[in-house]
């Protein structure tokens, strides 16, 4: 390419050569920018590059000279993003279930053009991560759009809803049969990320796997719910919530022993009700949606949390504790006679 073809864009390759090849710590002279500009089609002499700087300048762009032996080095100071804070961002797209590994790479690969290549590398190491459980549901992404523009036009949405089976292969719930609610908000927990929508033939908010959706389609229908999501404390509601189910919150009487608040305090926050009782010991109460996924947490807990209450949700705990004893008796019987 001839010297001075692409004269116009000289500004733009400009910001381009600073962007992708300077930082604090990696500058160019002016002689080297110089031969990136030729490079490009580019003409340019040491006096109108002292101009252009100051053009970029007046821009918004902070251009910075460090005195580096006999030369004179020239980088880009302040970007929108410091390296520290893309670090962040990249170990959160990395650790995300609900993100392919396709869509993490992609993604992780913009980030990095944020910043300089030489900065870029320092990302790069910051992702040689494996053995991360991640999602298989490539059309994710446009499933979390599309459940945003619904929001947005306030429409209810139609969309199946699946499981793996033993055969590692997509089963749709219900024989494939439509699911059809009003969206309220998208929540992360657990590292997954729900969706919070009003069932109106159930008459009450209940929460799905964004990840297991699939075939979504916004309806012309007016949404429904919005007294009960008015109601709704998505903080509380995220804490409250095991397994995929949602359901009525249940105030819960919790027993236990002192050294097992840490566990209720990690999971429903420090503004919890917790009353110490004599023995080193003490009651907790705390609103849940009560499910399986909920006594089998308690169960996980070993003797140091019991359920007090209410009296119906402590049946299902005895009734659980006896299906395990069958359960474990008959696997025992069987190993024997084998």
């Known amino acids: 390419m001839a010297a001075g073809d692409n004269q116009k864009l000289k500004m733009l390759y400009l910001v381009k050569i600073f962007s992708e090849e300077t ?10 920018i110089a031969a990136r500009l030729e490079s490009y ?10 101009k252009d700087f ?5 821009f918004g762009l ?10 004179v080095r020239y980088h880009l100071a302040a970007r929108r993003f410091e390296l520290p804070e893309l670090k962040l961002l990249v170990d959160a797209v990395q650790g995300s279930k609900f993100i392919t590994e396709k869509k993490s790479r992609q993604l992780i690969k913009k980030l990095e053009s944020l910043v300089s290549i030489h900065e870029a590398r320092q990302l790069h190491r910051q992702v040689l991560i494996t053995g991360r459980i991640k999602a298989m549901n490539e059309s994710i992404y446009y499933i979390v759009d599309m459940l945003h523009e619904a ?7 139609r969309f199946q809803y699946f499981r793996w089976n033993v055969r590692k292969q997509q089963e749709l719930r219900h024989n494939g049969a439509w699911y059809q609610v009003s969206p309220w908000s998208l929540l992360w927990d657990d590292e997954n990320y729900y969706l ?6 159930d008459e009450k908010l209940k929460h799905y796997r964004v990840d297991k959706i699939v075939r979504l389609a916004v309806t012309d229908t007016p949404r429904e719910g919005k007294e009960a999501f008015r109601r709704l404390d998505p903080a509380t509601y995220t804490r409250s919530l095991f397994g995929m189910f949602g359901g009525e919150l249940t105030p819960v009487t919790l027993e ?4 097992m608040v840490g566990p209720l305090i990690d999971r429903f926050g420090k503004d919890i009700t917790i009353i110490p009782q ?5 009651t907790a109460h705390v609103n849940v949606a009560a499910s399986r996924h909920f006594i089998g947490w308690i169960v996980a807990l070993g003797d140091g949390v019991r359920i007090t209450g209410p009296e119906e949700l402590v049946e299902e705990m005895r009734a659980e504790a006896e299906r395990l004893s069958v359960l474990y008796a008959a696997s025992s019987s069987a190993s024997t006679l084998s």
């Open 23 to 32: 930082d604090d710590a990696h500058g160019l002279t002016l002689q080297e």
């Open 41 to 50: 089609g580019v003409n340019a002499d040491r006096k109108t590059l002292y």
């Open 54 to 58: 100051g053009e970029l300048e007046k």
């Open 62 to 71: 902070e251009i910075l000279s460090e005195q580096d032996g006999r030369s």
């Open 151 to 157: 929001i947005n036009l306030d429409r209810q949405i």
């Open 196 to 201: 919070v929508a009003y069932d109106a033939s």
């Open 256 to 259: 236990g022993r002192a050294d």
């Open 278 to 282: 004599e023995g080193g010991r003490f």
